[in-house]
C-alpha cells in the first residue's frame, strides 16, 4: 500500500445503538486500486461498519474522510456523495417496479442527467459483463439470487463509482449461485476497482483482496496484508476464527 | 290504476315514466363518486407523503423540524375528525357551516365534491401511509445507494410500488363512494337515491323503485369492481419475459457507438 491517492480514510468511527456499543473505535485507510476484505463474526460490526461508510447509518463519533472532506458532517450532500461511492447488499435492493434494464438506467438518468440513450448503452455494457444482458426485459421476482446479485452489481457499476461496497453480496445464495457472483467480482478487482467487501468467503478474502480487516466485537483486532492475516495471523482470536473455516 | 298492476307491471310503469331520471341520478351518482375519489386519492397522497417525510435531529434545522411536526399534527387532526364521523353529518356541517360561518355560499355541487373527496382523502391518507411503510426498506436503501433523494426516491421508486399496494384500497373506496353518495340527497343532491325518494313518494311504490335502485347499483359496484381487477392485473405485467439474443445487444452497442 502506497501513501498517496487515499480515497476513504476512516478514523475513530463510533456508532452506537442506544446503549449498545457496535463500532468502538475503527481506523483505517483505503486507496485507489484496494481491494479490502473485512472479516469476522457475525455481530462484530462489519455490515455497520460499511452502512455507516455510505451514511445509511449515522456514525456517532469519529470521521469519515473522502478525498479529505469529512463526510460525516451533517451538512455535506448526502445523495451526490452516494452516487460517488456505490453498494451492493446481500438483500440486492433491486428496483422491483422496474426491469432488469430499468434498474440499471434510473440512477444514470434521474441523479447523473445522462440522457436515455447514453444510459441505455451504459447500462448494456456492465449488464453484458455480468452475464445478464439477456434479462434486460425480466422483472426483479423472475431472476434467481445469484442473477439479482449480478443485476445489482451492474446497476452500480453503471454509476461509475470511485469506490463500490460489499455487503455480505453471497450470504442470501445457495451455494451454487455463490460462484457466479464472486467470479464477476474476482474480475472487477483484476480490473483495478476500489473495493471494500465485507464477506465470510475466505477463500476470495485470501485470493483476490490486497488487504484484509479482522474484526471483532466493534473493533479492528488485526490487519494486513491476506499473506499476513491468513498465514502469519498474530492475534489469538483470529487464529481462532480462522480455524473455523480451515477446512474451506 | 298502478295498484291493480301486479309488481313486475309496476316496475315496468315506473321505469317508461321515470327511466331516464333514474339513469341522470345513476349518472350523478358516478360522476359525484369517481371524481371525489380522483381528488381524494390525490389528498391521500399528499398526506400520506407528508407524514412518511424523514425527520433527523442531527442533520434537519430546528424550523424545519418544528414546522413539520406542526403540519403532521394537523394532518392528523385532519385525518381523526374526517374518519371519525358520519358523511350524512359532514356534508350538512359543510354545506350550512360555510354559509353561516364563512360566509361562503357553497353549490351543491361544490359541497357534494368537497365533503366526499375530502371525506376519501381521510381515509386514503392511512392507506398511502401503510402503502408506503410497506415497501420493503431495502428499496429506500438501494436508491438512496445510487445516490437518489429522498424526493426521487420516492417518486421512482417507493411509490409505483406503494400504488400497487393500495390500489385495491383505492377500488375499495370508489365502491364506498357509489354507495355512499347517497346521503347527499341531504344537501339536495338529485343522485340516484334522491330519485328513489322522489319517485316512490310520488307513487308510493317503495319495494318496486327500491329494486330498481338496488340492481342499478349492484351494476355499477360489479363493473368497477371488474373493470379495477383488469387494471391490478394490468400493473402486474406479464408472468414471462423475453430473452433476448446477447449477439443482438452487442450489435445495438456497435451501432450506437458507430453513430456516436
Known sequence: ???????????????NFGNHEVLKDIDFKVHTGDVVSVIGASGSGKSTMLRCINLLETSTGGSILYHGEDITNPKIDAPSYRAKVGMVFQNFNLFNNMTVLENCMVGQIKVAKKSKAQAREKALQFLQKVGMSAYVNAKPRQLSGGQK???AIARALAMDPEILLFDEPTSALDPQMVGEVLEVMTTLAGEG???????HEMAFARDISSHVIFMAEGCIREEGTPKQIFEEPKEAETREFLARFRNV | MISNMNFLERIVYILQKYGTSYLKGAGTTLVIALVSTFIGCIIGFLVGIVQTIPVDKKKDSLPKRIFL???NALLRIYVEVFRGTPMIVQAVFIYYGMSQVFNIQ????????????????????????GGIISVDPGQMEGAKAIGMTHVQAMINVILPQAFRNILPQIGNNLIINIKDTSVLSVISIVDLFFVHKSVSGALYTYFESATIVMVIYLT???????????????????????LVDVMDIGSQLGKKRARG
Open chain 2, 69 to 71: 411536526a406542526v403540519v
Open chain 1, 1 to 15: 500500500m502506497c501513501t498517496e491517492n487515499v480515497i476513504l480514510e476512516v478514523s475513530h468511527l463510533k456508532k
Open chain 2, 220 to 242: 355499477m359496484t360489479l363493473i368497477t369492481s371488474r373493470l379495477l381487477r383488469l387494471w391490478e392485473n394490468r400493473m402486474d405485467g406479464d408472468e414471462n419475459y423475453e
Open chain 1, 149 to 151: 446479485q449480478r443485476v
Open chain 2, 106 to 129: 357553497l353549490g351543491m355541487w361544490q359541497s357534494a365534491f368537497l365533503v366526499v373527496s375530502i371525506n376519501t382523502g381521510a381515509y386514503m391518507a392511512e392507506s398511502v401511509r
Open chain 1, 193 to 199: 476497482l476500489t473495493m471494500i467487501v465485507v464477506t
